[in-house]
């Protein structure tokens, strides 16, 4: 009988030896696993952020010099948008049709955060009516993901300008209504339209379905444009940012000093942990635990290895 139960506790306490393991196993898969979708993610947006790009922006100061460098690379971008009050300062591009910059970055390779670019229908002059740009609804503030912003009231009262950059010349965006539309509404995503009436016809159609406004005396004879980016509000779901092009220029209201450089580092320090997803959270919450573990193993192992001698002592 003590032969027999002495077997059964042995083949309990390896049973609870392989579960043990197994959890430990599961729960270091799970942390590596989180960890490197976490990297991955990093990655992703890192090379999405526009402070890659800062070096080709033309200035004042360098003139078109480093906006050249970056043609030279890549010969398809011919422009820059800046957003003011937001992240979005990037190189635009135009391609063959409207699907390579969707996975192509503006130096020309291939990147999943793509490129903001216009629509391959509509000149480089945006002369045309209207001009539509197309960007990536990204997290962390990179490319069109901080469009969809513009759906709460107070962030589009407040962000009434930005730049556009072509041609060696730059101007004006004054932006004047935010749209809320389905990716198939041929509608709004009209290109080259022609003809006064008609322009004046899809301008007012364009005023009707924005959810804000902002009068500015908008006329067919303006130039607009459209910045257009996938919507988490319904499925293909589209917000647009419209605005008009113009030859006189704003200073940008928003641009940080050196102070606030500084403060934004910490507040995006500290927000990090609120922008990361569900499962990466559940992934650092568990770090601890899968470190905790193989502590608690040997400290149980030696413990059963000193009751072991006594039990076979009391036994004998």
């Known amino acids: 009988m003590r032969v027999a139960a002495g077997t059964a506790r042995k083949?309990?306490?390896?049973?609870?030896?392989?579960?043990?393991?197994?959890?430990l196993i599961a729960v270091l898969l799970l942390v590596v696993v989180g960890?490197?979708?976490?990297?991955?993610?990093?990655?992703?947006?890192?090379?999405?952020?526009?402070?890659?790009?800062?070096?080709?922006?033309?200035?004042a100061e360098t003139g078109g010099h480093s906006f050249e460098e970056l043609r030279a690379m890549n010969p398809e971008v011919f422009g820059w948008l800046t957003v003011y009050g937001t992240h979005i300062d990037y190189p635009v591009a135009q391609g063959?049709?409207?699907?390579k910059y969707v996975n192509t970055n503006?130096?020309?390779?291939?990147?999943?955060?793509?490129?903001?670019?216009?629509?391959?229908?509509?000149?480089?002059?945006?002369?045309?009516?209207?001009?539509?740009?197309y960007g990536h609804h990204m997290e962390k503030n990179t490319m069109f993901g901080e469009i969809g912003l513009f759906a709460e009231k107070s962030y589009f009262s407040v962000r009434k300008y930005g730049m556009l950059y072509y041609g060696g010349q730059e101007y004006g965006?004054?932006?004047?209504?935010?749209?809320?539309?389905?990716?198939?509404?041929?509608?709004?995503?009209?290109?080259?339209?022609?003809?006064?009436?008609?322009?004046?016809?899809?301008?007012?159609?364009?005023?009707?379905?924005?959810?804000?406004?902002?009068?500015?005396r908008v006329t067919a004879d303006d130039r607009i444009v459209l910045l257009s980016t996938c919507s988490?509000?319904?499925?293909?779901?589209?917000?647009?940012?419209?605005?008009?092009?113009?030859?006189?220029?704003?200073?940008d209201a928003?641009?940080?000093?050196?102070?606030?450089?500084?403060?934004?580092?910490?507040?995006?320090?500290?927000?990090?942990?609120?922008?990361?997803?569900?499962?990466?959270?559940?992934?650092?919450?568990?770090?601890?635990?899968?470190?905790?573990?193989?502590l608690s193993?040997?400290?149980r192992n030696k413990r059963r290895s000193r009751k072991n001698p006594s039990k076979e002592i009391k036994r004998r």
Not at 42 to 56: E, L
Not at 235 to 247: E, F
Not at 288 to 293: E, K, N, Q, S, T
């Open 11 to 23: 083949a309990i306490r390896k049973a609870n030896g392989i579960v043990d393991t197994a959890v």
């Open 35 to 59: 960890c490197y979708a976490m990297w991955d993610s990093k990655q992703v947006h890192q090379a999405a952020s526009a402070a890659n790009y800062a070096i080709y922006k033309p200035t």
């Open 96 to 99: 063959p049709d409207n699907m």
């Open 106 to 133: 503006a130096e020309g390779q291939y990147s999943l955060s793509g490129a903001i670019f216009l629509d391959s229908n509509c000149d480089q002059d945006f002369s045309g009516f209207p001009s539509i740009l």
């Open 173 to 216: 965006l004054e932006f004047f209504a935010f749209v809320h539309t389905d990716a198939y509404n041929g509608a709004v995503f009209s290109a080259k339209i022609a003809g006064k009436e008609a322009r004046q016809v899809y301008l007012d159609m364009l005023l009707r379905t924005a959810i804000y406004t902002r009068d500015i």
């Open 232 to 251: 988490s509000r319904s499925t293909n779901g589209r917000d647009i940012l419209v605005g008009r092009i113009t030859d006189t220029t704003w200073e």
């Open 254 to 294: 928003f641009k940080p000093d050196e102070t606030d450089k500084s403060n934004n580092l910490s507040a995006d320090a500290l927000s990090l942990w609120a922008q990361a997803p569900v499962w990466a959270r559940i992934a650092l919450l568990l770090l601890p635990l899968a470190l905790l573990m193989p």
């Open 297 to 299: 193993f040997m400290i």
